[in-house]
C-alpha cells in the first residue's frame, strides 16, 4: 500500500508535538529545602520549603524552633539587660520570591522577596532582678527579685534581598540581607517579690498583667544551605 501525503501530514504533526512538548520540560528543579546556618547558630532552628511555580517565582514557608543558647546568654549578660537570647518559642514565615533572570554561564541567582512573620516568645517563670528608687538605712538603692511570666507575640512584614550560589544541580549557598517593620504584643504578670538585699520572705503581688504595644523596624542577614529536588 502506497504511502499517501495524508500520511506524512499525519507523522509530522506528531513528530512537531513532540518536539514541542519536550521543550516545554522545565529545566528548573521545582523544589528547595533550605536550612538558615545563621539562625541555627544563634537561637533558632530553622527550615525553609520553596515551592517554584516558574523558573523566576517561587513561594518559601519557614518554621523556626528558638531556644536558649546558653554561651550567648551569658555573654548577653554582660553587656546589656536584655533577655533576648535567654526566650523560647516558635516561628513562622511566608515569602513570595521573584528572580532575577539569569546571567547566562553564572552560578548566581538574585531575588527579591517580600514577606510576612509571625513569632510567639516566652520565658519560663523565673526571678528577674529590678533595681527601685527605694534605698535602705544606709542610702543605698534596694534591689528587688520579681518572679514573672513573660511573653511576647510578633508579626510583621518585611523585604528580603539575596544572591543563591549553586554549586551543583542541587546544592546550594543562600545569602540573605532585610529590613521589616514589625509589631509586638508584650504581656508580663508579676507574681512573687523579694528584697534580694534583705532577709524578707518572698509575697505574692496583686499587680495583674501588665500589656504593651509597640512598633520597631527590624534588620537580618544570614546564610541558608540548600538542597533541591
Given amino acids: 500500500m502506497p504511502l499517501t501525503p495524508r500520511f506524512f501530514l499525519l507523522f509530522g504533526t506528531l513528530l512537531l508535538a513532540s518536539f ?14 533550605s536550612i538558615d546556618l545563621t539562625q541555627c547558630g544563634t537561637n533558632e532552628l530553622n ?4 515551592h517554584f511555580f516558574s523558573v523566576r517565582r517561587s513561594l518559601e514557608f519557614t518554621a523556626g524552633l528558638v531556644y536558649v543558647n546558653q554561651p550567648f546568654a551569658e555573654f548577653g549578660r554582660s553587656w ?20 532575577k533572570q539569569q546571567v547566562e ?8 522577596a517580600p514577606g510576612i512573620i509571625y513569632k510567639y516568645l516566652y520565658f519560663n517563670n523565673q ?15 534596694i534591689t528587688e527579685a520579681i518572679y514573672q511570666h513573660r511573653f511576647r507575640h510578633k508579626f510583621g ?15 546550594s549557598f543562600e545569602l540573605y540581607y532585610g529590613v521589616g517593620l514589625r509589631g509586638t504584643v508584650a504581656a508580663r504578670t508579676d507574681i512573687y517579690k523579694q528584697d534580694v538585699s534583705g532577709v524578707s520572705p518572698a ?21 541558608k544551605f540548600r538542597f533541591s529536588f
Fill in 20 to 33: 514541542s512538548r519536550a521543550q516545554e520540560v522545565p529545566v528548573y528543579k521545582k523544589n528547595a529545602i
Fill in 47 to 50: 527550615l525553609s520549603y520553596e
Fill in 80 to 99: 546589656t539587660n536584655s533577655h533576648y537570647f535567654e526566650e523560647h518559642g516558635f516561628s513562622a514565615r511566608a515569602t513570595y520570591k521573584l528572580y
Fill in 105 to 112: 554561564d553564572s552560578k548566581w541567582r538574585d531575588y527579591i
Fill in 127 to 141: 526571678w528577674f532582678e529590678n533595681e527601685t528608687e527605694k534605698v535602705d538605712s544606709n542610702n543605698v538603692k
Fill in 157 to 171: 512584614i518585611e523585604i528580603t534581598w539575596g544572591k543563591i550560589y549553586e554549586m551543583s544541580k542541587a546544592l
Fill in 203 to 223: 509575697y505574692p503581688t496583686n499587680y495583674g498583667t501588665d500589656n504593651s504595644f509597640y512598633v520597631r523596624p527590624t534588620l537580618k542577614g544570614g546564610v
